[in-house]
C-alpha cells in the first residue's frame, strides 16, 4: 500500500513526514512513497492536496499489482485474466527456478520452452 508524505524544510535539509488524519500541513506538496514492481521504493510527483494523493496512490498499487503478473492494468482489472498468469512469465518463472540445474538440462529447457512460445497462437 502506498503511503501519503508531505515534504518540508527542517534542519537538515528537505524532509519528508508521514501525513495522518487530521490536518494536514500548511503549504507543503504531497508525495506517495510506493514500490514499483522491481521491488524499488520511489517517490511520486508532487501533489497539491491529499484527496489527490490518496487517489494516485490506489491507482499505484492497482498498477503495481498488474505489473508483477506481467499485465495491463486494463488486462489486469478484465475478471477472466485476474487470476491468470500469462505463458511468457510462466516460463520466465520456471527457467529463473531451474537455472541451477546442470548445464544440459538447462539448455534443453531453454531450447523447448522457446519452441513452445515460438509456436503459440497469437
Keep these: 500500500m502506498a503511503s501519503v508524505y ?9 524532509e519528508y513526514q508521514r501525513v495522518g488524519k487530521g490536518r494536514p500541513p500548511k503549504g507543503a506538496k ?4 510506493f514500490t514499483d514492481a ?3 521504493r520511489c517517490w511520486s510527483q508532487p501533489f497539491d492536496t491529499t484527496q489527490q494523493a490518496q487517489e494516485n496512490a490506489d ?24 487470476g491468470r ?16 540445474d546442470r548445464p544440459k538440462t538447462v539448455k534443453q529447457y531453454n531450447l523447448a520452452l522457446t519452441h513452445l512460445l515460438a509456436n503459440l497462437p497469437r
Design 30 to 33: 504531497f508525495h506517495i512513497r
Design 6 to 14: 508531505a515534504r518540508f524544510k527542517g534542519p537538515r535539509g528537505w
Design 59 to 82: 491507482g499505484v498499487a492497482l498498477a503495481t499489482q498488474a505489473a508483477a503478473q506481467g499485465l495491463t492494468v486494463a488486462e489486469y482489472q478484465d475478471q477472466t485474466n485476474a
Design 38 to 40: 522491481q521491488g524499488k
Design 85 to 100: 498468469t500469462p505463458i511468457k512469465v510462466a516460463v520466465e518463472r520456471f527457467l529463473k527456478l531451474h537455472r541451477n
